[in-house]
């Protein structure tokens, strides 16, 4: 039993170009995802490319067994579809979870570069660097350079759902920290609104603002550098939603913690 064919054109459609064949085509197509029609035109419905899937012709012995006087069997109509082109930036959305690296703490927000989205890596040079972005090809804000990650900015009033007035950004975030935030809204030119006013958001990695390594066997101190890298400490362990304790010296610290996994 033959199968059918599928042809794929080398042409990248945009939302709204037409597609190679119209309504009036004789077969008339028949419509598969990602195409819509508005008058006599087939058009697409997403970036892509368009695929032409024409069914099989009857068999031999089929059309033998056929009586000698019996009409042709009519031309079966192809099948137009767009398939998505592969994506290979990804950017943040509203309700996105993304993960962010503090970079500055104020009084009234708290300053951080994402790092992954939805569970893909995005950034720059400077944080999740790529064979993609070492061509040039890296996630950068609208109006940035290469090597510029996307910006958020988590506000005093988004930190937590309780005690809103009472937040004090500097128990809760400090420069290094690895945070797990949800996207508010599109923000400003520069920066997402960032949101960890849920139990599993906030602080999920932390080093001690002070360590004590010196001496102590199997100790690593984290130590990086660049733009909200310059931390040298002890990675911290939560005890509660709002503290973290070094493991190592006992230090307790004030964060906005996420909850664990697996708890």
Known sequence: MASSSTTTSQALLLPGQP???????TPSPQLGPGTYTRGDHILSSLV?????????APSSSLLKGKAKGAAAPAVQAATLSVHGAENSFVVPRPD?????????VTPRQAHLSILIVDGQPCGSSSSTSSA????????????????????????????RNTEKDKVRLGDCFRPGDIVRASVI?????????????????????????????????????????GPGWEVTGNPMQPISWQELVDP????????????????
């Open 19 to 25: 597609l190679s064949v119209s309504k009036t085509t």
């Open 48 to 56: 892509g490319y368009e695929q032409r899937t024409v069914p099989a």
């Open 96 to 104: 996105s979870i993304v993960i962010a690296r503090v970079t500055r």
């Open 132 to 159: 993609s972005i070492a061509t040039g090809r890296g996630n950068h804000a609208a109006g940035e350079g290469e090597g510029t990650d996307f910006q958020g900015v988590v506000r005093s009033q988004d930190v």
């Open 185 to 225: 809204s599109l923000g400003d030119a520069r920066s997402y609104y960032l949101s960890t006013a849920a139990n599993n958001l906030g602080v999920i990695y932390a080093t001690s603002s002070s360590s004590s390594l010196a001496g102590t066997p199997g100790a690593g101190a984290a130590a990086a550098s």
């Open 248 to 263: 190592i010296t006992g230090v307790v610290e004030k964060r906005k913690c996420a909850k664990p996994d697996g708890i």
